[in-house]
């Protein structure tokens, strides 16, 4: 049982705090990072150790006004040839400093709306991925897919490129709360979607839902959520909606009086993780469900979860390289990131230069403090003796000493036996707050999304 005033007086429904699906976060990024950090440290991986590949389209016919990813409309057709032709010289500048041999176990295609490409676009891309890197035979594709942006014909693109594993934004069925949020996306075409997919023998289906939208109720995200299992999508990923307008300007259209407040939006989070659990999938780190014999699920339970810029995954590569303007490659170095902004990787690729603007170089214990991060988030736990194997003992007497003081102040969420700091299922609402203890660095209030 849940004793909402303890977890109240530790700052659940008054404080913002970092997702981490990194450390440190993107907002201690410096800027103007030396480009020529992509070259050397592309050079510098081990050969032997596959990599993941994410390419970037910021593209989207009709902007969500609920999203603040980096995106923008598409406008003119001719600025999406002018991307892709970007996109296809930075996967020729990568492959080019990469070590001989190297394998890719991983291709994610995200936006935007990758979707948006034609068929002959997407051939076009996707074949130079095939030419231009050694793809392991038993690679993972992942797309996300708009169901308003998807046919016969593109779909059979992507299924003759290894299309396995594909990914579907639903946010709400309710179809006031689409119109509020500038997402009418209609469950029929969501449902045919699914089929069509399932029908070419895609076996993992992943659904995007959010809480904490305007106008929404309990009542009208439980026959959301209804619908959505309806599906049988392998995994779900169950996130609260992030209203910062003061940074992604196209929330203003969103009325702030439309939406719940953070006692609802913590009911709304407890009556969604109830419903997937009466359904059968298993809760899997602090936002996801999957179905047990998902890649996810088995991942959490032998110890394997990860954590990344995509949310939480079953990939365990340390290296995640990031292809298009505003993604972020990570490194056993640290994080490089594009320019967010198309007309400055314009500017660069076009130069046949990489567009690295922002990043992190990782110093003293950031390494160290990004694996415990990543454990609690993805286990409720740290195991400092598994860190010692990793990281040498001096900084790991370090944490130990934080997390002493967390159970202190933590007192009955959070406690530490054997050398493992464990949270408490009572305490996991508090898991991002936790992970914060651990964080070296200074978190602005306004530059994160409420803690639930």
């Not at 892709?84 to 295609?109: C, M, S, T, W, Y």
Request: contains cysteine; charged residues 25%.
């Amino acid at each position: 049982m849940l004793n909402i005033s303890r977890l109240e007086s530790h700052g659940l429904f008054n404080r913002n705090v970092p997702r981490y699906t990194s450390y440190p976060t993107a907002t201690h990024f410096t800027n103007s990072l030396r480009a020529d950090l992509m070259p050397e440290w592309l050079g510098r991986l081990n050969p032997k150790e596959p990599i993941s590949l994410y390419l970037h389209v910021p593209f989207c016919r009709r902007v969500c006004w609920f999203c603040a990813c980096r995106t923008q409309g598409l406008g003119e057709d001719g600025r999406l040839e002018r991307y892709l032709k970007a996109l296809q010289v930075e996967v020729e500048l990568v492959a080019k400093h990469l070590p001989v041999g190297i394998e890719v176990d991983r291709v994610h295609f995200g936006g935007g709306t990758p979707t948006l490409l034609t068929p002959d676009q997407l051939d076009a891309l996707l074949s130079t991925i095939n030419t231009h890197f050694d793809l392991h035979h038993e690679r993972e594709f992942s797309v996300e897919i708009d169901p308003n942006e998807i046919d016969e014909d593109r779909l059979d693109v992507l299924i003759r490129h290894g299309l396995n594993r594909a990914s579907i934004g639903v946010q709400d069925f309710d179809p006031e709360i689409q119109k509020a949020i500038g997402r009418e996306q209609s469950y029929e075409v969501t449902r045919d979607c699914a089929a069509m997919l399932r029908s070419r023998g895609v076996k993992s289906l992943n659904a995007d839902i959010l809480y904490g939208l305007p106008y929404q109720t309990e009542e009208r995200l439980s026959r959301s959520i209804e619908q959505l299992i309806g599906l049988s999508p392998d995994r779900v990923a169950l996130y609260g909606y992030a209203h910062v307008p003061w940074m992604a300007k196209r929330q203003v259209m969103i009325p702030d009086e439309a939406l719940p407040s953070t006692r609802q939006r913590f009911g709304l989070s407890e009556l969604a993780k109830n419903l997937f659990q009466n359904n059968g999938y298993q809760t899997i780190g602090i936002d996801h469900f999957a179905k047990p014999t998902d890649g996810l699920a088995i991942a959490s339970n032998t110890g394997h979860l990860r954590r990344n810029f995509q949310g939480y995954t079953d990939d365990v590569s340390s290296t995640l390289i990031g292809l298009g303007a505003s993604s972020i490659s990570k490194f056993p170095f640290g994080y490089l990131q594009n320019d967010p902004k198309t007309g400055g990787y314009y500017e660069r690729i076009e130069k046949n230069e990489f567009a690295v603007t922002r990043g992190h170089v990782f110093r003293m214990d950031d390494a160290l403090r990004a694996r415990a991060v990543e454990m609690l988030l993805c286990d409720f736990a740290i195991d400092f003796d598994a860190l010692g194997s990793e990281f040498p003992d001096d900084c790991i007497k370090t944490l130990v000493s934080l997390g002493r003081h967390a159970t202190e102040h933590f007192d009955g969420f959070v406690e530490l036996q054997d050398q493992v700091l464990s949270i408490a299922a009572e305490g996991r609402p508090l898991t991002r707050i936790i992970a914060q203890w651990f964080d070296a660095y200074e978190v602005a209030n306004t530059a994160h999304s409420s803690a639930i």
